[in-house]
């Protein structure tokens, strides 16, 4: 912007023009008196901000210079010396730029802020007071001078001489006053070019001469810098030269961390030691070590969170033993005895491998059963008729005195009631009640009360192997259950719940039924649909792997059992579309009776419906190695042959083959012995789709086949003796459970008596349910 000069012939005029002119003088001097304030306020943040930065650098200069960092190793390298010691000439660095800093900021105020203070105080200070002084004169001059042109003829000349005199004076002074304003504004105007610059330009030189010496230290600096870069160089040579190793070395222990690992004359790792107290019991981890040679087990109570150690305890290890799983409720379990102590010590490794490693560095022993053919397996809960009568029986001392509690199924019993009912009902645990479970009487409501008897109905079915509906079905349920489609998603709950195994079709059916009951009285026991869905859905439905993600979906297992009491009639008694005519030829259950008679009558005659017979060893059949199995002659008596399944160690011997007769006979507690009668009359009806249907032999259509990745539960046929630990030893008539397909051909992949291995298929026979 460009001011024009201000002449003092128009302070005389006083025209309109020389008024703009002045104006906008008064309004660029207001401009630069903000500007002005506005850098004093700025430059002081700026020293300020410059002095913390000073303050700051200091303190890193002496962070830096304090510090100290060892290398790996006894000794050091002078590369390794120097590089230690850098840290320090850094600091020092750091610290002389520093010196220089402080020195410009002595005298950064005087250079600066002072004399900005100064010009705006002693040159636009004045300038506008002068305006206010001039527009004071401006104002009087014009009241005078409209008093003046305002006086009559008629006044007496004396009068008037006087005022011609008066309004002369006031006008002499309002032009002085006028010229000396537009003096002082002019003046101003120019000597912000020179005085108000040169301050600024003190202050550059001050500011550069600053980075300048700063420039100068790190010149001087510069050779240093470069011997370190190239010390940093031949470290980072030499680093890369042993990560391949040290890499080679980290990937062999991660293969064999037991064979690679630093002394194979110990075993040691955290282990949790069972304590018996007062009030209860509990695991106490402690940090073993174990001395192969001495047989000296060190104990240290520890905890990684807890960074307090207690005292050693050393112990003599005289036997190791691996601990039944039926005898105890954690996993991976074994016993010590010692010499120090007379009670047997308990541990609990992490993992079964760990379990292993311990029980070889102890020369541990498998557990002696006094009587392995009627060991039964963890997975009691089965869907067999024990089952259905007693949720039948449930049920119907439900729906008999409990349909109008409000609550239903919200209510949780006690726990010791609870498992007292399902010991006695399912013959499972140890019970002091010694009645036959047909002989227990859920109608007495003294004795067993409706919250009681609904944990107990929740809790069998919570305890199954696998969920009622299935691992199978578990992921087409939620994605039907999240289709955007009311419609689509009734159709395909309804098509996929008819593919369940029979008798899971018939449990679901049976509880189905008797929810879409209790719903049907929720204006009395406030249970509806969705409270329904909600007890039920955790319950039925369980995903097959625990993560965040199945846990976050538990919504939608909800939703499906509101669909399924919601739309109760047309999934359990109709056929749905599309489905296969092996399946198509359910026969839809009747509803639940309400009588205690009729429920143990339909109970009976379901159940013998339901249940599939066992598949038999089919002579003539041959095993998957190739070789033939069993021949029988006319009379259906067996040929003594020895079964020879392909073994991935060196092969052993094997009884004969049994008969299907004498099998039938050592099913215990999974088929009675009138079931095993008539399995052979009832085989030829059975349905070719059922969850074990028995398609041939193993020769024709192996248990391998029909197993896929489902697990089932099988019988042993005869003794074996693993030859190595991927393999399981088991005795005739034990069960095996969560039996599926492996790797290898011709064998299978089971658990048994807590520990999973490999089993040969023509040595196990499949029990149907």
């Not at 420039?215 to 990560?243: C, W």
């Not at 000296?296 to 109570?301: A, E, G, N, R, S």
């Not at 005795?731 to 048994?752: A, D």
Request: hydrophobic share 30%; proline share 5%; with cysteine.
């Amino acid at each position: 912007m460009v001011l024009s000069p201000l002449e003092f012939s128009e302070c005389y005029l006083d025209s309109p023009e020389f008024r703009e002119k002045l104006r906008a003088h008064e309004n660029e001097l207001d401009r630069t008196n903000k500007a002005i304030k506005e850098l004093i306020r700025d430059g002081k943040a700026l020293l300020s901000a410059a002095r913390n930065l000073s303050k700051a650098q200091r303190a890193f200069s002496e962070t830096l210079m304090n510090f100290n960092f060892e290398c790996i190793g006894t000794s050091q390298t002078d590369a390794e010396i120097d590089i230690s010691q850098s840290l320090k000439e850094f600091g020092r660095l750091i610290a002389l730029i520093e010196d220089e800093r402080d020195r410009m900021l002595e005298h950064a105020k005087d250079q600066l802020i002072v004399p900005l203070e100064a010009f705006r105080k002693e040159q636009v200070g004045p300038a506008k007071e002068g305006k206010k002084d001039f527009e004071r004169q401006t104002e009087k001059f014009c009241k005078s001078l409209d008093s003046y042109v305002s006086l009559s003829t008629r006044k007496k000349e004396a009068s008037l001489q006087e005022a011609d005199a008066t309004l002369d004076m006031e006008r002499r002074q309002f032009h002085k006053d006028s010229l000396c304003y537009v003096f002082k504004m002019q003046q101003v105007q120019e000597k912000k070019k020179f005085e108000f610059v040169e301050t600024l330009l003190g202050f550059m030189y001050s500011w550069l001469t600053f980075y300048h010496q700063g420039h100068e230290v790190s010149r001087e600096f510069k050779p240093y810098m470069t011997e370190l870069q190239l010390k940093l160089q031949n470290i980072r040579a030499g680093f890369d030269a042993t990560k391949e190793e040290a890499e080679n070395l980290m990937h062999k222990m991660m293969e064999k961390p037991h064979e690679n690992r630093k002394n194979k004359s110990t075993q040691e790792g955290y282990l949790f030691m069972y304590e018996k107290r007062a009030l209860g019991s509990s695991w106490i981890k402690q940090y073993c070590l174990y001395h192969k040679e001495s047989k000296k087990l060190i104990m240290q109570q520890y905890v990684q969170t807890l960074p307090k150690v207690t005292s050693e305890e050393v112990i003599t290890v005289l036997t190791c033993t691996r601990r039944m799983s039926e005898s105890i409720e954690k996993r991976f379990c074994f016993d010590i005895t010692v010499m120090e102590k007379p009670n047997v010590l308990t541990f609990q490794a992490v993992t079964e491998e760990e379990r292993s490693q311990w029980m070889r560095s102890m020369g541990g022993k498998e557990p002696v059963y006094l009587n392995p053919s009627l060991i039964s397996n963890s997975d009691e809960n089965l869907l067999n008729d024990i089952g259905f009568h007693f949720i039948r029986k449930c049920i119907e001392a439900i729906e008999s005195r409990g349909l109008d509690d409000q609550g239903l199924y919200r209510v949780v019993g006690v726990s010791s009631k609870v498992q007292r009912l399902t010991s006695v009902c399912l013959g499972k645990g140890k019970s002091v009640d010694k009645r036959k479970p047909q002989n227990v009487n859920l109608s007495d409501s003294g004795e067993w009360e409706i919250k009681t008897i609904t944990s107990a109905l929740k809790n069998y079915f919570r305890n199954l192997p696998e969920p009622l509906m299935t691992h199978k079905n578990h992921e087409e349920l939620m994605l039907a259950a999240k289709q955007e489609s009311k419609t689509l998603r009734v159709n395909d709950i309804h098509a996929i719940i008819h593919t369940l195994p029979e008798p899971n079709f018939e449990m679901l059916d049976l509880v189905i039924g008797h929810l879409n009951r209790v719903a049907g009285n929720c204006a009395k026991n406030l249970m509806t649909v969705a409270n329904l869905g909600v007890c039920f859905g955790p319950t039925l439905m369980r995903p097959e792997e625990e993560t965040m993600k199945a846990i976050m979906e538990i919504k939608f297992s909800n939703i499906i059992i509101e669909i399924l009491i919601s739309n109760y009639q047309k999934i359990f008694k109709t056929t749905p579309d599309g489905l296969p005519p092996a399946l198509s030829t359910r026969t839809p259950t009747t509803n639940f009776p309400n009588s205690a008679s009729s429920s143990i009558s339909s109970s009976s005659s379901a159940s013998s419906s339901s249940r599939a017979s066992p598949r038999h060893a089919t002579p003539n059949s041959t095993p998957k190695d190739g070789r033939q199995a069993t021949p029988t002659d006319s009379t259906g008596s067996t040929v003594s042959r020895e079964p020879s399944p392909r073994r991935p160690g060196a092969p052993i011997s094997r009884p004969p083959l049994a008969r299907a007769d004498e099998v039938d006979n050592h099913e215990g507690p999974i088929r009675s012995k009138s079931e095993s009668s008539s399995s052979s009359a009832s085989s030829s009806s059975q349905r070719s789709t059922g969850p074990a249907a028995s398609k041939g032999t193993p020769g024709d259509q192996s248990i391998y086949d029909s197993v896929g990745k489902k697990g089932i539960c099988v019988r042993t046929l005869y003794a074996c003796d693993a030859d190595n630990e991927s393999e399981l030893s088991f005795q005739p008539n034990q069960i095996i459970v969560n039996v599926r397909s492996s790797k290898e051909r011709g064998w299978l992949l089971g658990t048994l008596n807590g520990k999973t291995g490999l089993v040969p298929e023509n040595y196990v026979q499949a029990i149907i349910q």
